[in-house]
C-alpha cells in the first residue's frame, strides 16, 4: 500500500481539546448546535457550518460549504490553527475504558481506493457522497479522515510503540470520557513505516465509505481541470488513519422498526417463533455471533439464526443479512433498508436501553439487538468483493475531527 506523509494543518500548542470535535455525520445539525455553543473554536463550525444558519436553510447550499470555507480560514487567520513546515506521519492513540488503539495517520493514494487495493464493504449514496465531495472541494482539504484497517504487522507495532514512548503534541481527554494522544512520527522512523506499508497489499475501510468515495471523485476532477497534470500532485492523496485489525473495537448496529406491517402483535411473534427456535425472558443483548435479541410489547425475547444461515456466504451468513432477508424484508415489509423511512438504526454505544425508551413511548412496534460484526467478517466481505447490509458495523471510538487536516494543495 502506498501511503505518505503530509504537511498537516493542526491546532496551536494548548487548543486541540477546544477544535476538536466529533465527526460530522455521527450528529444531528440541533445536536451539533448544542455542542458548539460557546465554543467558537470547535471544527464543527468547519465540518457542521449550518448551526450558524437557521432551520430554512438547506444544509447542501452553496451558502453553507462557503461559510465552511470562510471559518477554516478564520481559524488559520487567528492562529487557531496552523500548518506543519515539513511532511509528517502522526500516531494516534485513543482510549475509551479499558480499550484503547493506536494508528499511523498518513495519506492513502486515491488510485489505491479507486482500483480496490483499498477494499469496503458499503455501498454508499450518491447523496451523501454529493456532500462531501462538495465540502471537499470547497475548503481544497480533507477535513476529516477515513477509519482504515490494516492486517496487524510486527515491524509497525513496533515503531508506533517506540513513536508512543515520546512526548505528544497533544493529549487529552474529551468530554465523553475518552482520551486522545497525537505524537508526531521523527523522519528516519517515518520513512521505514512507509517502506512497511509497501509490503502491505491491502487495507479496508472500516469508517467512511462516503469520505473515501468523496476523495476519489475530487482528484479525478482536479485531474480533468488541470492541464499539466503528472501525478504527483498533493490532490492524488486524502487523509487516512491505519489502524492493525485487531485492536478495533465493533459495536453492534441495532433495529427498531416503526410499526408490524399491518400485523398484530401476537401475530407477527408467531410468525417469528415459526421461523427461529425463540427463548422468552432473555436478555437485552445477545451473547454470541447467531443470535439477536427482539423487544416487543414489553418483553425481550432471544432468536436464534445461526440454523438459517448459509456458513459459505460471507454476505448471507451475518446476522444482519439473516434479519434482513427473513424477517425485515418479508414480514415487515423493509424491502430496501437504505431508503426505508420505517427503519431507525440505532448505534450500539446507545445500548440496549435506547430501544426499550422507543418501543415503549410508541416511536418503535419492534426492536432488534443485534451482536457485533467481527472484523474477521468484515474483512472477508471485502476480500471477497462484496457489500454488507447497511449499518452493520459500528466504530467506537470514534475518531476526532479536526486534530489533523490534508489541504490538496
Known amino acids: 500500500m502506498r501511503v505518505r506523509g503530509f504537511r498537516a494543518v493542526r491546532p496551536a500548542e494548548g487548543k486541540a481539546e477546544e477544535v476538536a470535535s466529533v465527526p460530522y455525520d455521527t450528529i444531528s445539525t440541533e445536536e451539533a448546535r448544542a455542542l458548539a455553543k460557546g465554543r467558537p473554536n470547535s471544527f464543527l463550525h468547519v465540518i457542521r457550518a449550518e448551526l450558524e444558519f437557521d432551520d430554512s436553510t438547506d444544509v447542501h447550499s452553496e451558502e453553507v460549504y462557503r461559510r465552511s470555507l470562510a471559518n477554516f480560514r478564520k481559524m488559520r487567520d487567528e492562529g487557531v490553527l496552523v500548518q506543519d513546515d515539513e511532511p509528517a506521519l502522526y500516531v494516534y492513540r485513543q482510549v475509551m475504558g479499558s480499550h484503547a488503539q493506536s494508528g499511523i495517520v498518513a495519506c492513502s493514494h486515491v488510485d489505491d481506493y479507486l482500483s480496490g487495493a483499498i477494499k469496503k464493504h458499503e455501498k454508499t449514496r450518491k447523496e451523501k457522497e454529493d456532500d462531501r465531495l ?167 425475547y432471544s432468536l436464534d439464526l445461526a440454523g438459517a444461515c448459509d456458513t459459505d456466504d460471507p454476505v448471507g451468513s451475518l446476522d444482519v443479512s439473516i434479519l434482513q432477508d427473513r424477517v425485515l424484508g418479508p414480514l415487515l415489509g423493509i424491502e430496501d433498508p437504505r431508503t426505508s423511512s420505517r427503519i431507525d438504526f440505532v448505534g450500539g454505544i446507545r445500548g440496549s436501553g435506547e430501544l426499550v425508551k422507543l418501543v415503549d413511548t410508541g416511536k418503535a412496534a419492534v426492536a432488534f439487538a443485534m451482536f457485533p460484526v467481527g472484523m474477521d467478517q468484515v474483512i472477508a466481505v471485502s476480500d471477497a468483493g462484496m457489500i454488507m447490509a447497511p449499518k452493520c458495523t459500528w466504530f467506537e471510538p470514534k475518531l476526532r475531527s479536526g486534530l489533523l487536516v490534508h489541504l490538496l494543495d
Not at 276 to 300: H, L, N, Q
Open 134 to 300: 462538495k465540502h471537499v472541494l470547497a475548503l481544497n482539504a480533507n477535513a476529516g479522515p477515513v477509519f482504515l484497517a490494516y492486517p496487524d504487522d510486527p515491524d509497525v507495532d513496533s515503531a508506533v510503540a517506540e513513536v508512543e514512548a515520546g512526548e505528544p503534541l497533544y493529549d487529552f481527554t474529551a468530554e465523553d470520557g475518552i482520551r486522545h494522544t497525537v505524537w508526531q512520527v521523527p523522519g528516519e522512523k517515518a520513512g521505514a513505516v512507509i517502506e512497511r506499508f509497501k509490503a502491505i497489499p491491502s487495507t479496508y475501510v472500516a469508517d467512511g465509505h462516503h469520505r473515501s468515495a468523496a476523495a476519489g471523485r475530487a482528484a479525478e476532477e482536479k485531474r480533468k481541470a488541470n492541464q499539466n497534470h503528472t501525478g504527483e500532485e498533493e490532490y492524488n492523496w486524502f487523509m487516512t488513519v491505519l489502524f492493525p485489525a485487531s485492536q478495533l473495537k465493533v459495536l453492534p448496529y441495532n433495529r427498531a422498526v416503526h410499526d408490524l406491517n399491518g400485523l398484530k402483535a401476537t401475530e407477527f411473534i408467531a410468525k417469528i417463533k415459526g421461523l427461529f427456535d425463540v427463548t422468552e425472558d432473555a436478555a437485552d443483548a445477545p451473547e454470541a455471533r447467531g443470535r439477536c435479541s427482539m423487544y416487543i410489547e414489553g418483553k425481550w
